[in-house]
C-alpha cells in the first residue's frame, strides 16, 4: 500500500478550526456542516462565538461550510480554546482528527420538496463512515463529496467523489467526471469511502480525482458524462421550506438573530434553506434576498482588503456598488487580484478591482 502521509507531499493549507489560516485581519477558521445542515441552535451559538473571538460575522462558502475571520491567534499560531470549546458545544467539532476532511455538499431541498429520493440519511451515513475511518483523516481538505438527490443541482459543483439519485432506490457513483457503477441508496456511503481510500493510495501528489493522471479510471470510473444542466437554486416560499440568499455570504449578528434554532441548511450557493412559516418579510427586513431576480444573485467578491493582503482594493464595496447600478446581465465576480478566489465554475464576468477603496 502506498504511504499516502509521506513527507513528499506538499503542505495542506485548507483551514479548519484546529487549523487556522493567518489572513491579513487575523486567523480565518473554517468548520464543516456536512451537506449544509446545522446542530439545532448551533449558528446562533458560531455567531455568538464570532462576536467573542472574532470580526463578529459568520461567513458562508461555496460548500455550505462556515467561516469565522479576525480571530487573535496566540504565540504559536493557535486559536483561543474558548473559540474551540464554544465550536464543540455547538455541535460542530465530532471528530477533531477529521475535522478538515467533513466535506459533504448535498441537495439542501432534499427531503423538503422536489428530487427523486431523500438523501439525508447518505449524508449523515457518509459523514459517520468518514470520521470513523483513520485512514481518511489523510484526505485532502480541498477534497469534495456530493449527494445529488436527482435533481441535478450538485452535479455541477466539481466534486470529486459524488453519488446522483437515478430514483428513490439507486444511484450512480460519479467518480470526477467519470461515470461510475449504479449502487442501492445504502450502498451509496460505503461506495463513496472505498473510493476515498483508494484515491489515498495512488493519488501521489494530487489534491483531486480530476488530476490523477488518468482523471479517475484508476479508482473504477468509466466514460465521461456529459456536463449537467444548469439547475438555479430557487428563492422565496417553497413548498415546504423558505430559501433565502445571504449577499455576500456575510451573516452579521443582526440577520443571525432573525433565523430559527432548528432546521437551518447552508446552501452551496451561499443561501440558507430555513423551515416552512419562517416570516419572509422579516427575512428582507434583515437583508436576505427571497427573489432569484434579486441583483444579489448575480453579483459575488473575494474577501478584498483589508481582510486579504494580496487585494488591491475593498471588492466587497464594489459589490455593493455594482448591485445599487444597473442590474448586470450575467453574473459578476468581483476580485483584488488577479488570483480571482471565489471564482464560480458556470460562465461569469471577472472584474479585477485593482484601486483601494
Known amino acids: 500500500?502506498?504511504?499516502?502521509?509521506?513527507?513528499?507531499?506538499?503542505?495542506?493549507?485548507?483551514?479548519?478550526?484546529?487549523?487556522?489560516?493567518?489572513?491579513?485581519?487575523?486567523?480565518?477558521?473554517?468548520?464543516?456542516?456536512?451537506?449544509?445542515?446545522?446542530?439545532?441552535?448551533?449558528?446562533?451559538?458560531?455567531?455568538?462565538?464570532?462576536?467573542?473571538?472574532?470580526?463578529?460575522?459568520?461567513?458562508?462558502?461555496?460548500?455550505?461550510?462556515?467561516?469565522?475571520?479576525?480571530?487573535?491567534?496566540?504565540?504559536?499560531?493557535?486559536?483561543?480554546?474558548?473559540?474551540?470549546?464554544?465550536?464543540?458545544?455547538?455541535?460542530?467539532?465530532?471528530?477533531?482528527?477529521?475535522?478538515?476532511?467533513?466535506?459533504?455538499?448535498?441537495?439542501?431541498?432534499?427531503?423538503?420538496?422536489?428530487?427523486?429520493?431523500?438523501?439525508?440519511?447518505?449524508?449523515?451515513?457518509?459523514?459517520?463512515?468518514?470520521?470513523?475511518?483513520p485512514m481518511l483523516a489523510d484526505l485532502p481538505g480541498r477534497f469534495l463529496f456530493g449527494i445529488d438527490d436527482g435533481r441535478g443541482d450538485i452535479s455541477g459543483l466539481r466534486c470529486d467523489l459524488s453519488a446522483v439519485a437515478l430514483d428513490d432506490g439507486r444511484a450512480r457513483i460519479v467518480i470526477g467526471a467519470l461515470s461510475g457503477p449504479v449502487v442501492p441508496l445504502n450502498g451509496v456511503a460505503d461506495a463513496l469511502i472505498d473510493s476515498a481510500r483508494r484515491f489515498l493510495q495512488v493519488r501521489s501528489t494530487q489534491w483531486h480525482v480530476r488530476k490523477l493522471p488518468d482523471e479517475g479510471r484508476e479508482l473504477g470510473g468509466g466514460a465521461q458524462l456529459p456536463p449537467p444542466d444548469p439547475h438555479p437554486m430557487p428563492y422565496g416560499v417553497l413548498e415546504a421550506a423558505v430559501s433565502v440568499l445571504v449577499p455576500l455570504g456575510i451573516l452579521s449578528p443582526e440577520m443571525v438573530a432573525v433565523l430559527p434554532d432548528r432546521g437551518v441548511i447552508v446552501t452551496p450557493w451561499r443561501g440558507l434553506v430555513l423551515p416552512a412559516g419562517t416570516d419572509p418579510e422579516v427575512l428582507a427586513a434583515a437583508g436576505f434576498a427571497l427573489t432569484a431576480d434579486s441583483p444579489w444573485s448575480r453579483v459575488t467578491a473575494c474577501t478584498g482588503s483589508p481582510g486579504c493582503s494580496l487585494a488591491r482594493s475593498d471588492t466587497r464595496e464594489v459589490a455593493r456598488r455594482t448591485v445599487a447600478g444597473p442590474a448586470p446581465s450575467r453574473h459578476v465576480h468581483i476580485v483584488g487580484c488577479e488570483r480571482a478566489c471565489g471564482a464560480p465554475h458556470f460562465p461569469h464576468t471577472l472584474v479585477v478591482a485593482r484601486s483601494p477603496m
Open 1 to 133: 500500500m502506498t504511504d499516502h502521509s509521506a513527507d513528499h507531499l506538499p503542505p495542506d493549507r485548507c483551514p479548519g478550526l484546529l487549523r487556522p489560516h493567518l489572513a491579513a485581519d487575523g486567523a480565518l477558521v473554517r468548520v464543516r456542516a456536512p451537506g449544509g445542515r446545522l446542530p439545532d441552535g448551533g449558528l446562533r451559538l458560531l455567531s455568538t462565538a464570532a462576536r467573542t473571538f472574532a470580526d463578529g460575522d459568520v461567513h458562508l462558502t461555496s460548500r455550505g461550510n462556515l467561516q469565522v475571520r479576525g480571530v487573535t491567534v496566540d504565540g504559536c499560531g493557535g486559536v483561543p480554546d474558548g473559540l474551540v470549546e464554544s465550536v464543540a458545544a455547538a455541535g460542530f467539532l465530532p471528530s477533531a482528527t477529521h475535522e478538515r476532511v467533513r466535506n459533504i455538499v448535498a441537495s439542501p431541498l432534499s427531503g423538503l420538496t422536489g428530487g427523486l429520493a431523500d438523501v439525508r440519511p447518505i449524508v449523515a451515513a457518509l459523514d459517520e463512515a468518514l470520521c470513523a475511518d
